[in-house]
């Protein structure tokens, strides 16, 4: 009897894509789903437990007078404004650390190393491996910076007489609202353009990082000119949004041309 013509393997699809590109980089997941829900945490607790103690602690102050008014103590770790600010600064530059991530580990790493090239010979095209990257490591970026932004807008909307920083503040401002994700999702396209174009793990890294902290530190400059009172905060945050948005599309859509060009 003639054997049978073994029976190719289908192309994997999508959903098997990105469950691979989730199951080879699950250590950088879970350290993000980690700080998301640290930060998480440490927010409620500002809105739960310190505001209303610091809260308690200055109405007893103005009902006593002389040498009857006691201390509450006061610790820079765990000041309520102290603790706030840090999490708003930490959470503005946290696009810079996903940038150096997407350049080094997601896409420098894989062409440095030769496995994107292996990737593509196994019935993989170069645009389904790249768009297989990006969705994976987009939907929980995107998920993690909308809960956070959510949660750091409402403490802050809350507690707001308590926490003296305003809203024209970047450690504010850009947590508070959509341009937290979309700064996110524009360190992880300009660190897969940094990865595609220098094809090494720690330049890529390095370029990826530089290029985002300096974007990010213009857009202050650029959406600086609408605060005043004629602006709320909303059509700032929106405007700024969508600036941050139109760069991301930019360098996305220039990955994959120059990825097309290289694989060619």
């Not at 003639?2 to 350290?31: D, N």
């Not at 896409?107 to 593509?120: V, Y």
Request: aromatic residues 10%; proline residues 6%; charged residues 10%.
């Amino acid at each position: 009897m003639t054997a049978l013509p073994a029976t190719p393997a289908p192309a994997p699809g999508p959903v098997s894509a990105h469950r691979s590109v989730r199951r080879l980089h699950r250590p950088a997941l879970l350290v993000w789903a980690a700080f998301a829900l640290l930060v998480t945490g440490w927010l409620l607790w500002v809105h739960l437990a310190e505001v209303p103690a610091e809260r308690a602690c200055q109405g007893f102050h103005y009902s006593v007078r002389g040498d009857d008014l006691p201390s509450c103590g006061y610790s820079a770790f765990t000041d309520a404004n102290n603790v706030f600010n840090f999490l708003g600064e930490v959470l503005t530059y946290s696009c810079v650390a996903v940038a150096a991530w997407a350049g080094g580990a997601l896409i420098g790493r894989d062409l440095e190393s030769g496995t994107a090239s292996l990737a593509w010979t196994q019935s993989v095209s170069p645009a389904r491996w790249l768009a297989g990257k990006l969705t994976a490591a987009a939907l929980p970026l995107v998920t993690g910076g909308g809960v956070l932004a959510l949660v750091f807008g409402w403490v802050w909307s809350s507690d707001e007489g308590q926490l003296v920083s305003s809203w024209t503040y970047d450690r504010v401002f850009i947590p508070h609202g959509p341009l937290l994700p979309a700064l996110l999702l524009l360190g992880l396209a300009v660190g897969a353009l940094a990865g595609i174009t220098l094809r090494r793990t720690l330049p890529a890294l390095g370029a990826a990082a530089a290029v985002t902290l300096v974007t990010r530190l213009y857009l202050r400059e650029a959406w600086l000119p609408l605060h005043g009172p004629l602006h709320g905060f909303w059509a700032v945050q929106l405007s700024a949004t969508a600036m941050v948005l139109a760069l991301t599309a930019a360098a996305t859509a220039g990955a994959f041309l120059l990825l097309r060009r290289r694989a060619r």
